[in-house]
C-alpha cells in the first residue's frame, strides 16, 4: 500500500507509468492554454473563439467518489457520459455525506485511500486517459481541502454562525448565551456580542443572510 505522499505523486503518472494499466491510443491534450494566446493583446480571434471556442478552453466537472459508492463499471459509465457531453476533463474528489450504509443500490462501499480505493482511482485515471480527458485530484480528501481524520476540529475551515437573546429594554441581565454549536465535538470560538434595539416588525425568527 502506497503512503499518502507517494500515491499522490504515483496517481499523477498512472496514465503513462502503471504497467498493469490498459494499452490505449489518444490523442495528447494540453492541461492548459499556451500563454503566448492568453496574454496577447484582445482581437478579432478572440471574438471568433467566443463563438466557437477551442477545446483547450472546454470546461472540465468535479468526479464524485461519493462515501465510496463506486464501482469500475459505474466509473467507465460516468466518464463515457462526461466524454460525450463534451466535456474534457475530471477532478476527482472523494466526499462523505452521511452514513455509507444509508446510500441504496451499492454492494460495496469503498473506504477512502483502501488498497481497493487506490485501485479504483488507478482505473479512473487509465479510464480518463482513454476517453481523451484530462485528469486531476485532490490533494486531500474533504470538502475544500480541509478534510481527513488528521484534521482536528481545532483546524477545520471555519463559518460565523450566531444565537440570538431577546430582553426587555431596561432590564439588567445576568445569563450564559447559548451557543451556536449543535453537537459536542464541534469546537466554537466567541467573536463578539452585539446589542441592538429590536428592528421594527422583527418576529423574533433567526436571522437569514441573502446572498
Known amino acids: 500500500m502506497l503512503n499518502h ?3 499522490l505523486l504515483a496517481s499523477l503518472c498512472l496514465a503513462i507509468a502503471s504497467p498493469a494499466l490498459p494499452k490505449v491510443t489518444t490523442v495528447s491534450r494540453k492541461a492548459v492554454p499556451d500563454s503566448l494566446l492568453l496574454q496577447r493583446p484582445f482581437d478579432a480571434q478572440d471574438v471568433s473563439h467566443f463563438a466557437r471556442p477551442p477545446r483547450i478552453f472546454y470546461p472540465e466537472t468535479w468526479f464524485h467518489f461519493v462515501n465510496g459508492n463506486i464501482s469500475r463499471a459505474g466509473i467507465t459509465k460516468d466518464l463515457e457520459a462526461i466524454a460525450g457531453a463534451g ?13 455509507p450504509a444509508d446510500w441504496p443500490g451499492t454492494v460495496e462501499h469503498i473506504e477512502c485511500l483502501s488498497p481497493k480505493w487506490e485501485e479504483l482511482v488507478q482505473f479512473t485515471a487509465s479510464e480518463a486517459h482513454r476517453l481523451g480527458l484530462r485528469f486531476s485530484l485532490q490533494t486531500c480528501p474533504g470538502w475544500a481541502m ?4 488528521w484534521i482536528k476540529p481545532d483546524q477545520a475551515m471555519r463559518h460565523l454562525a450566531m444565537s440570538r437573546i431577546d430582553v426587555q429594554c431596561g432590564e439588567s441581565i445576568d445569563t450564559v448565551l ?23 416588525g422583527d418576529e423574533a425568527k433567526p436571522v437569514v443572510f441573502k446572498q
Open 5 to 7: 505522499k507517494s500515491f
Open 87 to 99: 466535456l474534457t476533463g475530471v477532478q476527482l474528489f472523494h466526499g462523505k455525506i452521511g452514513n
Open 146 to 149: 480541509s478534510g481527513g481524520p
Open 178 to 200: 447559548s451557543t451556536p454549536a449543535t453537537q459536542d465535538w464541534q469546537d466554537w470560538r466567541d467573536i463578539a456580542v452585539l446589542a441592538f434595539p429590536t428592528p421594527f
